[in-house]
C-alpha cells in the first residue's frame, strides 16, 4: 500500500502529544476536575457553616492543590517527555503498511559520543538491526488520528506513532489517511 521513512521533530512530537491527550484523557482529566469541584464546593460550604474547623481549611488547600495538579498535569507530562528526547539523539523510522499489517522500523543511530568497542570479535556475532514493531488490523487495537502536521497511529489508547506530513508526498498522505481511516473504521464495528 505505501511505505516511507520519517523522522520527528520535538514540536510534531508535542503536537501530537497534544492531539493523542485531547481524543483519549479528556474523559479522564474532566472527571478528576469534575471531583475536585465537588469536594471543594463542599469544603467551602463546611467552611461557611462552621468557620473554626481547621481541618476543613487543611482540606480546601489539598483540594486546591489537586486541582491545580490536574489541569496542568497534560502540559507537565509533555514537557517531561520533550526534556527527556532533547537528550536523544534523533531516531529514523521506516514504515510500511499493507493490506493486513502495518511494520514500523526503528533506526537507532549511535550518540556522537559513543564509542564502538568489539572485545572478541569471534564470539561477538551480534549485529544491530532495526526494532521491528508489526501491527496486525484486527488483531491490534488501533485508531487512526490527524492533526495539521501529522497523522497519528494510536495503539491500545496508550501510544502513538507521528508520521510526519512534510516526510510524505501528498500523494502518500492521501493515501495512508484514506486507508487507514478505511480499514481501522471498518475493524472497529
Do not use: W
Not at 61 to 66: K, P, Q, Y
Not at 126 to 134: D, G, Q, R, Y
Not at 153 to 182: A, G, H, S
Request: charge should be negative; include cysteine.
Amino acid at each position: 500500500m505505501a511505505s516511507f521513512s520519517y523522522d520527528n521533530t520535538l514540536d510534531e512530537t508535542d503536537g501530537a502529544m497534544k492531539s493523542f491527550q485531547q481524543r483519549f484523557a479528556k474523559k479522564r482529566s474532566g472527571l478528576s476536575v469534575a471531583a475536585y469541584s465537588l469536594l471543594l464546593l463542599a469544603v467551602a460550604i463546611g467552611i461557611v457553616m462552621n468557620p473554626t474547623a481547621v481541618p476543613l481549611y487543611i482540606a480546601l488547600v489539598f483540594g486546591i492543590l489537586g486541582m491545580a495538579y490536574t489541569l496542568t498535569d497534560k502540559k507537565r507530562t509533555r514537557k517531561k517527555i520533550i526534556n527527556t528526547l532533547k537528550d536523544m539523539n534523533p531516531e529514523e523510522y521506516h514504515c510500511t503498511i499493507y493490506p493486513e499489517k502495518i511494520e514500523l522500523e526503528t533506526i537507532i543511530k549511535p550518540k556522537e559520543n559513543e564509542v564502538d568497542v568489539k572485545i572478541d570479535e569471534e564470539k561477538d556475532e551480534e549485529i544491530i538491526t532495526p526494532l521491528k514493531t508489526v501491527f496486525r488490523f484486527g488483531d491490534d487495537l488501533l485508531n487512526f488520528s490527524e492533526n495539521e502536521d501529522s497523522l497519528l497511529l494510536i495503539f491500545n489508547r496508550r501510544q502513538f506513532y507521528c508520521f510526519p506530513k512534510r516526510c510524505l508526498t501528498k500523494e502518500q498522505e492521501d493515501t495512508v489517511r484514506d486507508f487507514l481511516y478505511k480499514k481501522l473504521e471498518s475493524d472497529e464495528s
